[in-house]
């Protein structure tokens, strides 16, 4: 099958990595002007394995693919959609971007049947042009239940080098799950400037975090999706101490952070259900003035 992979950084280069690995043509679709920066082989180093892999580079895709995967920045997306032709062809468009509102963009733009929502969980991280390097012990990717057939080939790939392929019949469920579990992680370590071990550890900074899940899964139920709030605080739990969020990074580096798609759809929910919050918008107001100094 022929893959694009819009926005080739830690998610999207795991992706196109581990795709290559397996005979896939994968072709990185990168920012213009950048093409040279990208060597024609992509080098992924894994807990799981090492890999190089021969891959494609284009400043924009102008030939069908099989599937576009659309990994870039959720603050990064307007410009990166702009290397993709308004005629452009692809049989499948599976964004894998943090949060939950690209969705329906992505819907309006390329058509409601050939938009397949997914999401990932994992620590990886893009260290120069086509170098990745894939920290976290596991990778956790769900998919929409009504890709099961046309996606099947690919899942058994992923499932191959050791992802964890989750099915979701409901939506909602599908990216709230990930949400809920992701926002509280993120604000809190990047407020922290901090792992998540040692937000873990300091008994404030805890309470804060557990705030936030319980705000956020209050939320996500009243948006129809199916959540726990005390299973995500097990996992939250169970995170190797010294993970570092992509938001605290970003932080650190001085990168936009991904507060409206990270934080919003909860502060929005929230406003729209009645619901209190206390935490999430305190973590944001922090973050905030951080990006300010």
């Known amino acids: 099958m022929r893959h694009g992979v819009l926005g080739p950084g830690g998610v999207g280069g795991l ?28 080098s992924l180093k894994s807990p799981v394995r090492k890999v190089r892999a021969a891959v494609l580079v284009t400043a924009s895709s102008k030939d069908p693919l099989d599937i576009l995967w659309v990994t870039v920045k959720a603050t990064q997306l307007s410009e990166a959609l702009q290397r993709i032709p308004t005629n452009f062809q692809a049989n499948a468009i599976c964004p894998l971007l943090n949060g939950i509102d690209h969705v329906e ?63 979701f019949e409901d939506e909602a469920t599908l990216m709230w799950s990930k949400l809920v579990f992701l926002a509280p992680v993120a604000l809190s370590t990047a407020a922290a400037r901090s792992t998540i071990g040692d937000v873990l550890r300091d008994a404030v900074k805890a309470a804060c975090l557990e705030r936030c899940v319980r705000e956020a899964c209050a939320v996500a139920t009243r948006a129809g999706a199916k959540v726990d709030a005390d299973v995500v605080l097990t996992k939250i739990k169970g995170l190797p101490a010294g993970m570092r969020s992509s938001m605290e990074r970003d932080l650190s580096d001085g990168n936009v952070l991904e507060l409206d798609a990270i934080a919003g759809p909860i502060l929005r929910g929230a406003e729209k259900y009645g619901i209190k919050l206390e935490a999430t918008p305190e973590l944001v107001r922090v973050l905030v003035q951080a990006q300010r100094t």
């Open 15 to 42: 992706i196109g990595a581990v795709l290559a690995d397996a005979g896939e043509e994968v072709t990185l679709i990168v920012r213009p002007g950048t093409e040279s920066l990208y060597p024609r082989e992509i």
């Open 105 to 167: 963009r992505l819907r309006d733009r390329f058509g409601h049947e050939r938009v397949i929502p997914a999401t990932i969980a994992v620590e990886s991280e893009r260290v120069a042009p086509g170098t990745i390097v894939h920290r976290s012990p596991f990778v956790r990717f769900g998919i929409a239940g009504t890709a099961r057939e046309r996606l099947a080939v690919i899942l058994q790939i992923f499932q191959r080098f050791g992802f964890e392929c989750s099915f």
